[in-house]
């Protein structure tokens, strides 16, 4: 088989798996090993813990414009974002019944919210709301998120995973390590050479790791990363480079993504995804792998919109992605009614224009269907860089 | 989250001595803050939900509420017009109005409910407690007074239980950040027993609390529980809790509603005495507060009357048995902290609906959903239909905002209100058939 027929094979594989909503990769893995699969939601956990106790960690990201929302609705008002009437959609019809828990990390009172919803309407799972701290002092939050894991370790083994054991948790960070250092070249790539790596090609090998073990997400990062590197097909146009943020809970539709770069965006970072980007280095393997964890939570993660910044300047973060992948504009995309994007919105505004850098706001849902404004205001905002850029 | 008594509906209504009082302490309070640059006193702006009132004060220091700031501002009908600030500045159109409030508040000079400017913060006080916009909110004014930050983080009670390591995390940060910080602005020693003599007035302010909200066990209920306790909650939910002068105010209100039940009177409403009690409604949600005397008449005309409310405990649940413990004083302010209504989860909270329809004898039970409060808001179609299915009762669920006056349709809510009454008459006729 040709490279280009490999990377359209790998490309449409993960394709594949983004679109099961069945979760048949999952229900697979499950007859084979007779492992646990535990879902968790946007936008981290840490997966190597449940990894190390012989559970799938699944990635749960909602729904789709191609998920009919029968009943979710009936539990969200309007003015509530989709991907959790899309999730309850999914549990109820059945998507995720072979989920054996399911782990709901702190990030909005939505979610949060949610966790308590699913206690009731699957009293059958395990269901743990993941609090994380927001005092990153090792002695007074890490104390408390370190507490967090060990309860959830011990509630993953009455649920019949294997015991916690630290060695195990080692050779699972060392896994993962391996898994992100992957992501973050690809992601490299792209800001090298972003025609070589598509976003909506990149962004389907996220989702579809979410539902695979890391022992074969790891290579199917690696081949996409050398066969989209070797790919001489693929060749610049001229192309706006643009910074997307906003995205790192309820997920925008493919479209939307295909959209802005038809529209003459090259994504070169994003936060879609962000389980794989969320802590940002390799975390160590010698001493105690679980305040290893604790300490890259604490110390190493994103300046994500859900944390408290207790130091430094809102936006720094945003600052050094600029800078780092050279965007020439700034895409704030968000969900509709996402309290932590739209509320950080201002601040990293202010941020953005304190660089001089042009930026456009626009809103989705993960079930929009219809992008035509999108595409006029990208395209106009990715022809006014072009033109008007210092360049 | 609690108006004081300068807003419209009190000043058609009919003040009792403890409004009286209460109208005076608040407005001493707010001179006090205006005068706060010529005197010196520091101030804490911090939030309603998980306050540390007590401490402030043990320190000296003036807390100012920007959740009860932002709902005067609805009241006042100044809302609008600082939400429309804010969005003009990029806030989106759809989050929380509190915080556009106060932030269109505070570019149009910082003027609070009593028309004098309030003082900048000395410290933003984060006490980040079942409510997690608290966090932007105080990200968002920092970059506005470029003022010092202490973040209280409050673990959620997803489990319906308090646990030994959400206590010990709460009061390692009390120990290890947030009297620090203020010893550090307010330039006094930590006094712990000063701080035990707050937390036991305190307690002795919630029991007569307690007594008052209570007393809607009563029929005819001597109170409205949700139009009316917001008056009755707001010396204990803002800047008055252990204070001798909240014993005072509710010592003189368990006084005047014991005298009520004695003589039989329904609750005061805007019109006055309520005449004939015809509902009893449980009330899950904040008000609206932009049209405050309006949505309260709504209920008063058709003789509901609220006897129990969810939102009069976002300042704590004290009827379900808290009382601030002096013997404990750090620990007593961490289980305030993790026990607030909106830090409870949704189970938790169906639970304590249920029990209220039971324990109050209620004929029904109503949800205002607000859209600026996803706190609230997210999952209260999952509570409606599940406390109709545990209480038997019926639910209703009207849709509103807290002082966006954009989402207060008055003939819908009506319309809905009048229909959903008539439901009740008309079950009431069946059970009796």
């Avoid at chain 2, 006193?41 to 000296?60: H, I, R, S």
């Avoid at chain 2, 010893?183 to 307690?210: F, M, T």
């Avoid at chain 2, 976002?314 to 289980?335: I, K, N, Q």
Wanted: charged share 25%; net charge negative; with cysteine.
């Amino acid at each position: 088989m040709s490279d280009l027929s490999r990377l359209a094979a790998l490309v449409s594989r993960a394709d594949a798996l983004y679109r099961d909503y069945r979760l048949t990769a999952v229900r697979d893995w499950k007859s084979r090993t007779g492992g646990l699969a535990v879902g968790f939601l946007p936008i981290y956990v840490p997966r190597e813990l449940l990894h190390a106790q012989g559970v799938l960690p699944v990635g749960v990201m909602g729904g789709r414009d191609d998920l009919e929302i029968i009943k979710g609705d009936a539990y969200y008002q309007s003015y509530i974002c989709h991907i959790p009437r899309s999730t309850i959609e999914l549990g109820l019809n059945g998507s995720l019944d072979c989920l054996d828990g399911l782990l709901f990390p702190a990030i909005c009172d939505v979610i949060r919210n949610l966790s308590g919803m699913w206690q009731m309407l699957f009293p059958a799972m395990l269901v743990r709301y993941l609090d994380v701290p927001q005092n990153f002092d090792p002695g007074i939050g890490g104390a408390f998120y370190r507490h967090e894991l060990e309860q959830l370790t011990r509630d993953l083994t009455a649920r019949g995973a294997a015991a916690f054991d630290a060695d195990r948790l080692r050779r699972s960070i060392a896994l993962y390590n391996e898994d992100r250092r992957l992501v973050r070249e690809l992601y490299a790539l792209r800001r090298r050479q972003p025609w070589k790596v598509p976003t909506h090609e990149l962004y389907v090998m996220l989702r579809a790791a979410l539902v695979l073990p890391v022992e074969a997400s790891t290579p199917m990062f690696r081949e996409y990363l050398e066969l989209a590197d070797r790919d001489e097909t693929r060749k610049p146009l001229d192309q706006a480079r643009v910074l997307l943020t906003g995205s790192f809970c309820e997920q925008p539709p493919i479209g939307l993504i295909k959209t802005l770069e038809r529209a003459g965006c090259y994504i070169v970072d994003d936060d879609f995804v962000q389980v794989h980007r969320f802590i940002r280095s390799d975390i160590p393997i010698e001493g105690d792998p679980i305040e290893n964890l604790v300490r890259a939570f604490l110390n190493d993660a994103v300046a994500s919109p859900t944390r408290y910044i207790d130091a430094g300047v809102k936006g720094e973060d945003l600052k050094h992605h600029m800078a780092e992948s050279g965007a020439e504009g700034v895409l704030f995309c968000s969900a509709s009614f996402c309290d932590p994007a739209l509320l950080d919105q201002p601040m990293l505004v202010k941020a953005v224009e304190r660089e001089g850098i042009p930026w456009t706001a626009f809103k989705f849902a993960e079930n929009s269907g219809q992008f035509q404004v999108i595409r006029e205001q990208a395209g106009t905002f990715a022809d006014s860089i072009k033109l008007w850029s210092g360049a | 989250m609690t108006p004081t008594t300068t807003g419209a509906a009190s000043r058609e209504a009919q003040k009792d001595t403890s409004q009286v009082r209460q109208k005076t302490m608040i407005a001493r309070h707010f001179d006090r803050l205006a005068a706060a640059p010529e005197t010196g006193e520091k101030n804490c702006y911090t939030f309603v939900p998980g306050n540390l009132t007590e401490l402030l004060l043990a320190f000296d220091m003036l807390p100012v509420l920007p959740e009860i700031n932002a709902l005067q501002s609805g009241m006042r009908g100044k809302s609008a017009e600082y939400i429309s600030i804010a969005e003009k500045l990029g806030h989106s159109e759809d989050v929380c109005t509190y915080v556009k409030s106060d932030i269109g508040m505070l570019k149009s000079g910082n003027i609070g409910p009593t028309g004098q400017r309030l003082p900048n913060p000395d410290l933003l006080l984060l006490s980040y407690t079942g409510c997690f916009t608290f966090v932007k909110w105080f990200e968002l004014l920092r970059e506005e007074y470029h003022c010092p930050v202490a973040m209280l983080h409050v673990p959620y009670q997803a489990d319906g239980k308090i646990t030994d390591a959400m206590r010990q995390y709460v009061v390692d940060q009390l120990r290890g950040t947030i009297i620090p910080m203020l010893e550090k602005i307010s330039g006094k020693p930590y006094d712990e027993d000063r701080l035990k003599a707050c937390l036991e007035l305190s307690a002795r302010a919630e029991d007569d609390l307690v007594f008052v909200l209570q007393s809607a066990k009563h029929r005819p209920s001597p109170i409205d529980a949700y139009f009316g306790a917001v008056y009755y909650v707001g010396p204990i939910f803002s800047s008055f809790r252990g204070t001798s002068e909240a014993v005072d105010y509710y010592r003189e209100l368990r006084s005047e509603i014991d005298e009520r039940m004695r003589l039989g009177k329904g609750p005061v409403t805007p019109d006055g005495d309520m005449p004939a009690e015809r509902y009893r409604i449980v009330v899950e949600g904040p008000p609206n507060w932009t049209s405050f005397r309006q949505f309260w008449k709504m209920f008063s005309d058709e003789g509901a009357v609220s006897v129990a409310s969810t939102y009069t405990k976002v300042g704590g649940v004290y009827d379900m048995g808290f009382r601030h413990d002096p013997s404990r004083p750090l620990e007593t302010m961490a289980e305030y902290c993790l026990g607030c209504y909106t830090n409870l989860s949704l189970p938790a909270r169906i639970d304590l609906l249920t029990r209220y329809v039971s324990e109050y004898h209620a004929d029904g039970f109503l949800i205002n959903s607000v859209k600026s409060c996803n706190s609230f808001s997210a999952g209260q179609l999952h509570i409606l239909r599940e406390v109709e299915a545990r209480s038997g009762r019926p639910g209703g669920f009207i849709e509103s905002d807290l002082v966006d006056p954009r989402y207060f349709s008055a003939a819908n809510i009506k319309n809905r209100l009048e229909s959903y009454f008539q439901m009740l008459e008309q079950k009431r006729a069946g059970r009796v058939s």
